[in-house]
């Protein structure tokens, strides 16, 4: 089924976080330099960029309404695209901290909310998770669609928390998704070990060392038995749900991997370690 033909836009952009501040809106200037260097090859924006939030619905058939919430850069583009997947009883806005940094670091961020494991939904079924992939590839088809001329079409990832991880980790897998060039799991893990298919990807996955949800051991085998590139953030006291000290070190080694993984910035790949390891919160097997 189609999307449906209406949208919503922010009138004001969200609030700058610590980690990445917006650009003002007279510095469009600024922002105007920052998309032109978004174009140039390996290289990532240098600029934050201000940002705005746009709803909008989609469906895949009359029973898998996906409303999404996409946060962007206010002007500029095309930019890559993050297809990100929440995890059980959650939603978009739970994860503001992390995708608002993203956006404003030169990302498109798509994140929509699954029709039966998300917060509020009538008929929650966890075993539903294993729709998501198709939901979370219907969703990035319907965003080609209706906005050709903000994405970078060579330039598209998937990432999650949770069963958010187990989605991104499904459309690497049995739900193959070919136009994904990089991945993220956070705090997921494989339902069915599965082999990874098609061509390779950096995939990174970040999880608490502490995790009582989904267990450390769960995803640490996955990424062992990949042989694709990859890196794993090891969060040494971190659980389920990451603490504040340890989420702005996921938020600044996540945004240094989108960085390289999508625009191919070695200097933001060669950040990583150090992003990972400030504070002595976390290490890192970096074998991208």
């Given at each position: 089924?189609?999307?449906?033909?209406?949208?919503?836009?922010?009138?004001?952009?969200?609030?700058?976080?610590?980690?990445?501040?917006?650009?003002?809106?007279?510095?469009?200037?600024?922002?105007?330099?920052?998309?032109?260097?978004?174009?140039?090859?390996?290289?990532?924006?240098?600029?934050?960029?201000?940002?705005?939030?746009?709803?909008?619905?989609?469906?895949?058939?009359?029973?898998?309404?996906?409303?999404?919430?996409?946060?962007?850069?206010?002007?500029?583009?095309?930019?890559?695209?993050?297809?990100?997947?929440?995890?059980?009883t959650a939603k978009p806005s739970n994860y503001a901290e992390?995708?608002?940094?993203?956006?404003?670091?030169?990302?498109?961020?798509?994140?929509?909310?699954?029709?039966?494991?998300?917060?509020?939904?009538?008929?929650?079924?966890?075993?539903?998770?294993?729709?998501?992939?198709?939901?979370?590839?219907?969703?990035?088809?319907?965003?080609?669609?209706?906005?050709?001329?903000?994405?970078d079409t060579d330039r598209i990832a998937a990432g999650g928390?949770?069963?958010?991880?187990?989605?991104?980790?499904?459309?690497?897998?049995?739900?193959?998704?070919?136009?994904?060039?990089?991945?993220?799991?956070?705090?997921?893990?494989?339902?069915?070990?599965?082999?990874?298919?098609?061509?390779?990807?950096?995939?990174?996955?970040?999880?608490?060392?502490?995790?009582?949800?989904?267990?450390?051991?769960?995803?640490?085998?996955?990424?062992?038995?990949?042989?694709?590139?990859?890196?794993?953030?090891?969060?040494?006291?971190?659980?389920?749900?990451?603490?504040?000290?340890?989420?702005?070190?996921?938020?600044?080694?996540?945004?240094?991997?989108?960085?390289?993984?999508?625009?191919?910035?070695?200097?933001?790949?060669?950040?990583?370690?150090?992003?990972?390891?400030?504070?002595?919160l976390a290490t890192l097997t970096d074998r991208l």
């Amino acid at each position: 089924m189609a999307a449906c033909s209406t949208s919503k836009a922010s009138t004001t952009a969200q609030q700058p976080i610590s980690s990445a501040p917006a650009t003002k809106a007279s510095d469009a200037g600024e922002a105007s330099d920052a998309g032109e260097a978004s174009e140039a090859a390996d290289t990532a924006p240098a600029e934050a960029f201000e940002i705005q939030t746009t709803e909008v619905s989609f469906s895949r058939g009359d029973d898998r309404p996906l409303p999404t919430t996409i946060w962007h850069p206010a002007s500029g583009g095309p930019f890559p695209l993050i297809l990100f997947s929440h995890g059980l009883t959650a939603k978009p806005s739970n994860y503001a901290e992390l995708i608002t940094t993203w956006a404003k670091a030169g990302f498109i961020v798509a994140a929509p909310a699954y029709p039966h494991t998300s917060e509020g939904v009538r008929d929650f079924n966890a075993v539903d998770v294993v729709n998501q992939p198709a939901d979370a590839s219907y969703v990035i088809g319907e965003l080609l669609k209706k906005y050709p001329d903000w994405i970078d079409t060579d330039r598209i990832a998937a990432g999650g928390h949770s069963a958010g991880g187990v989605t991104t980790l499904g459309m690497f897998t049995g739900n193959r998704d070919a136009r994904l060039t990089a991945g993220l799991v956070l705090a997921g893990r494989q339902l069915i070990v599965t082999p990874l298919k098609g061509t390779e990807a950096p995939i990174m996955f970040v999880h608490g060392r502490k995790d009582d949800t989904v267990a450390y051991a769960d995803a640490r085998s996955v990424f062992d038995a990949m042989t694709w590139p990859g890196a794993f953030l090891t969060v040494t006291k971190g659980n389920h749900n990451f603490t504040e000290g340890s989420l702005s070190v996921i938020v600044e080694t996540t945004t240094d991997y989108w960085r390289w993984s999508l625009y191919g910035d070695e200097t933001a790949k060669s950040r990583l370690t150090a992003d990972a390891t400030k504070g002595g919160l976390a290490t890192l097997t970096d074998r991208l």
